[in-house]
C-alpha cells in the first residue's frame, strides 16, 4: 500500500509530467500547497484542465469568461505554481517549485 504522498502525486501525475525531476522529487518530498480556510467550492468557477503554448494548467476557472480563476497548477518551464489566479494571472498566495527543485 502507498503512502499519502505516493497518492497525492499518482493524482496530478498529468501536471507533474511538465516539470523537471527534481520539481517532481520535490513536489512528492513536501506535498500540495495547502493553503488555510480556501473553500474549493466556489459557484462562480469550474474545475478544468488546460493544456496550451507549452503550459499545463489544473485548476479552476471563471465559468463566464473562462480565464483562469480561484486555486489551481500551473506546469511551465518545467516549473510547478501552486496557488491563486484572478483574471487569468497569478494572484495572492502561492508556491514556485523551480526546476532545480528549490521552492
Known amino acids: ?18 516539470v523537471s525531476e527534481k520539481a517532481r522529487e520535490k513536489f512528492k518530498l513536501i506535498g500540495p500547497y495547502a493553503p488555510e480556510g480556501y473553500d474549493v467550492v466556489n459557484k462562480d468557477e469550474e474545475f478544468t484542465e488546460i493544456n496550451e503554448n507549452g503550459a499545463y494548467y489544473k485548476g479552476n476557472i471563471n465559468k463566464q469568461t473562462k480565464k483562469k480563476q ?3 497548477m500551473l506546469a511551465i518551464e518545467e516549473s510547478l505554481f501552486e496557488g491563486f489566479f484572478k483574471n487569468g494571472k497569478k494572484f495572492g498566495q502561492g508556491r514556485i517549485i523551480l526546476p532545480t527543485g528549490d521552492v
Open 70 to 72: 480561484g486555486f489551481g
Open 1 to 18: 500500500m502507498g503512502s499519502a504522498a505516493d497518492d497525492i502525486s499518482e493524482q496530478n501525475n498529468d501536471i507533474l509530467s511538465y
